[in-house]
């Protein structure tokens, strides 16, 4: 149980270009999703969390314009990078925080490599 | 948020016991200490989550002093597929809302 799945696990773009990421909760509601990005040999940078049906909040430093967020459903959150540059390459995981039994943990999804060219 | 300092790495041999030690010494009342694990390219795999004294599951166990101020995630006698980084963190629902901030993590390096 608690597994979390993102869609696509790699994608490569050109400069400019809209991407979008989607996390889904599998076997549970996730009442609570967060977005993270992973850089090369660093540890996990939250971007911001998402609760159902309301806006994301986003850490500090981080563009809320750049990085749409939208959490429509209990079981989908999808990131969208908006006007990619090669910057924003890097390793972005998603997890998601249930209700009851699954309450106190996150699970994470498998990860999306995203490369702009 | 409670911050964690964690060893940067360790190094071991297969079938060997590792015990990784976690401080976290502003921990708060409601919350939990959880480690992670994490290969390359993917994404963090929940190992083991407790609040007190000692979990066990069938992949480790927890150790938490009575002071909570600490934690050692213990892995019994480890193989070359236990390489990876362990992030230990520690939150909880502080307001309904669990922020999970990750730190440098401990690499750990299994030998044959």
């Known amino acids: 149980g608690a597994v979390v799945s993102q869609h696509p696990s790699r994608v490569i773009c050109k400069s400019g270009t809209s991407v979008k990421i989607e996390c889904r909760s599998l076997d549970f509601q996730a009442t609570t999703m967060f977005w993270y990005r992973q850089f090369p040999k660093q540890s996990l940078m939250l971007m911001a969390t998402s609760n159902e049906g309301s806006k994301a909040t986003y850490e500090q430093g981080v563009e809320k314009d750049k990085f749409l967020i939208n959490h429509a459903s209990l079981t989908l959150s999808t990131l969208t990078v908006t006007s990619a540059h090669p910057e924003d390459s890097s390793f972005y995981i998603c997890?998601?925080?249930?209700?009851?039994?699954?309450?106190?943990?996150?699970?994470f999804g498998p990860g999306t490599r995203l490369l702009v060219l | 948020l409670a911050k964690t300092t964690q060893p940067i790495s360790m190094d071991s041999y297969e079938g060997q016991e590792v015990n990784i030690t976690c401080s976290h010494n502003n921990i708060a009342t409601n919350d939990y200490i959880t480690w992670y694990q994490q290969f390359p390219s993917q994404g963090p795999r929940f190992i083991i989550q407790g609040y007190k004294t000692k979990v066990t599951n069938e992949v480790a166990s927890l150790f938490i002093p009575a002071d909570r101020k600490s934690s050692t995630l213990s892995l019994p006698r480890v193989s070359l597929s236990d390489t990876a980084v362990y992030y230990c963190?520690?939150?909880?629902?502080?307001?309904?809302?669990?922020?999970?901030?990750f730190g440098a993590g401990t690499r750990l390096a299994v030998h044959p």
């Open positions: 963190l520690v939150g909880g629902l502080s307001g309904g809302y669990n922020k999970l901030i």
């Open positions: 997890s998601a925080r249930g209700a009851e039994k699954t309450q106190e943990t996150q699970y």
